[in-house]
């Protein structure tokens, strides 16, 4: 993928702050939001990019698909305004009820990214610090996303239940209002009924999703920088290439999060962490809220990297920047040499059909087996890339520099 013209946006951008700021919601998203678009990838004026719509109860004033499947989700408030935790916790909802697993919310002077489904990650930035975040931004791009949503699955389809609801909705009650006499008269149980089988739907084929109320609900301070969980527990960071919005990003005292960045385990409960939606014993606390970047090269130098905030999200990041590149092709079960562990299968299971411990699905529909410890993710992540042809240089807080 070409590199992102972060810097000119930004340029322009803050130029056009700086001599007359935008007033209005139509200028801030004409002015500010759509260029950021643009800039990421997105032709705001074509008709895959839905406008306007109303998604599980919050507004969305842009939801760019990708053969009409929703990729991601675009709040916009005017620069006037400051962001709104009501509308981050909406949004936060509807991701985990539909499945979108990127969303920016912003006003075009601050922006929020937020990232995943089952548990979601928060990354706060400013205009000026827009390109410090270009790997960040590069994970919301229409050339990421796309790449993302090649291989058809059922969660693609509750994304596009989820947002046609309101079309549908009133479609099934006009057809059952012209068939029925005196249909009209109906119409209001017509429409709850529809409504109630549009849910349904979209909780049918959104499977794995969490409940729309689960997670703790967030405040957001960009006076400080600030992003905050209300409830006791972890500190969230950004879900980004080279986790470089985490500086940006603190725990107040009710988190459970200490000055220094680690965390309190004892106001947590215990000691047990979500990875996608599976509870498992942190087996190393190098595995919350670092920075776990991977370094690809080939015979001629490096050829890209990826990175997480955790080792297991780094695997995955890992696993799937490789398919493209010589990893699309192995014949599963497959387990790297001089382990007994099956690390990719057509199934979430073994080679010996006992069930994954940790499986996360792959872009290609392989699934990846998580489990374990920091530094058996590592030796996995070099097996990968070895297996692609490639070698893998791991950096930051792995066990060490590989």
Known sequence: ??????????????????ASPPTTLRDTRRWLVEPLLETLGWDVRADSCLTDRDVDDVRLEYVPTVDSVPALFVAVEPTTDLLDEHRVNALRRAMARTGVDRAIYTNGCDALLLAGTTDIDYCGVRLPDLPDEESTLASYTRATLGSRLER???????????????????????????ATAQGEAYAPEFEAAAERFLDQLVVAFAEGQPAPDDGPNVSVRFSE????????????????????????????????????????????????????GRSEKRDDKRGENGEYVVRFFNERGSIGAIGHSTSDGALIEAADYLLDRGLAGIDPPWRPDGSDRTVLNDAPVGADGSPMAAPKQLSNGLALETAGSVDQRAARVKALADRA??????????????
Not at 1 to 18: H, K, N
Not at 154 to 169: G, H, N, W
């Open 225 to 276: 920088s600030t992003i905050t969980d209300d409830g006791p527990t972890r500190e969230r960071t950004a879900d980004s290439p080279t986790a470089a919005g985490d500086a940006a990003l603190e725990a107040d005292d009710s988190t459970g999060a200490d000055h220094d960045g680690s965390v309190d385990e004892s106001r947590d409960g215990g000691s047990d962490t979500e990875t996608d």
């Open 1 to 18: 993928m070409p590199p992102l013209d972060i810097r000119s946006y930004t340029a322009r951008a803050e130029a056009l702050v700086d």
């Open 389 to 402: 042809g490639l070698r893998a240089m791991l950096t930051g807080d792995w066990a060490e520099d590989r």
């Open 152 to 178: 058809h699955s059922r969660d693609l389809v509750a994304r596009q239940l989820a947002v046609e609801r309101p079309t549908l909705v009133a479609s099934i009650v006009d057809r059952l209002t012209a």
